[in-house]
T-cell receptor, first 112, second 114 residues
Framework: QQKVQQSPESLTVSEGAMASLNCTFSDGTSNNFRWYRQHSAKGLEVLVSIFSDGEKEEGRFTAHLNRANLHVSLHIREPQPSDSAVYLCAVGTSSGSWQLIFGSGTQLTVMP | NSKVIQTPRYLVKGQGQKAKMRCIPEKGHPVVFWYQQNKNNEFKFLINFQNQEVLQQIDMTEKRFSAECPSNSPCSLEIQSSEAGDSALYLC????????????FGHGTKLSVL
């Protein structure tokens, strides 16, 4: 079964410095990867969806996928204090049922 | 703001009590998912629907939960007899196709079983 792990568990960066979050998975046949952000007030919002190896940019958020290395990352350009939240990596299963397997999250804190 | 509406935001029940939560998916989204998020941020898929039909559910859901997505009414997830281990955030998500499309999540219902 697909296993998804995120690192680091928590990350503190200064406002304006690049923030990089990592996610590894165990089954390289998946083709459906998403990064979510969880604010307690706003619920869960999708940031970037990526379906093939390479890079996908959505505003200040860029995902890099390398299925051979079983790795997907999220880079946040010019983070702001309002970006402080839990960031979740989710990997779609390759079975026909299409479920998402989530990592346990990275708590990002952006200091002013 | 989320277009997937979940109610109530908070739910407190005693062990053995029924716990029912509701979800209105985003308009036009026929596919609905329920996930359970525990305090360790671990997500567990519970069940998904396409229109009113169950597509897939896990054993736990089949045995202790009751879920439905009737036409023209909110979807619902009900725990028949709550256990302490059911305390979690229950997230509803909807999707246009259930495939590679984006999932849109509600804010969740936080269930506390005392």
């Amino acid at each position: 079964q697909q296993k998804v792990q995120q690192s680091p568990e928590s990350l503190t960066v200064s406002e304006g410095a690049m923030a990089s979050l990592n996610c590894t998975f165990s089954d390289g046949t998946s083709n459906n990867f998403r990064w979510y952000r969880q604010h307690s007030a706003k619920g869960l919002e999708v940031l970037v969806s990526i379906f093939s190896d390479g890079e996908k940019e959505e505003g200040r958020f860029t995902a890099h996928l390398n299925r051979a290395n079983l790795h997907v990352s999220l880079h946040i350009r010019e983070p702001q204090p309002s970006d402080s939240a839990v960031y979740l990596c989710a990997v779609g299963t390759s079975s026909g049922s299409w479920q998402l397997i989530f990592g346990s999250g990275t708590q990002l804190t952006v200091m002013p | 703001n989320s277009k997937v509406i979940q109610t109530p935001r908070y739910l407190v029940k005693g062990q053995g009590q029924k716990a029912k939560m509701r979800c209105i998916p985003e308009k036009g989204h026929p596919v609905v998912f329920w996930y359970q998020q525990n305090k360790n941020n671990e997500f567990k898929f519970l069940i998904n629907f396409q229109n009113q039909e169950v597509l897939q559910q896990i054993d736990m859901t089949e045995k202790r939960f009751s879920a439905e997505c009737p036409s023209n009414s909110p979807c619902s997830l009900e725990i028949q007899s709550s256990e302490a281990g059911d305390s979690a955030l229950y997230l509803c998500a909807s999707s246009l196709t259930g495939g590679a499309e984006r999932l849109f999540f509600g804010h969740g219902t936080k269930l506390s079983v005392l």
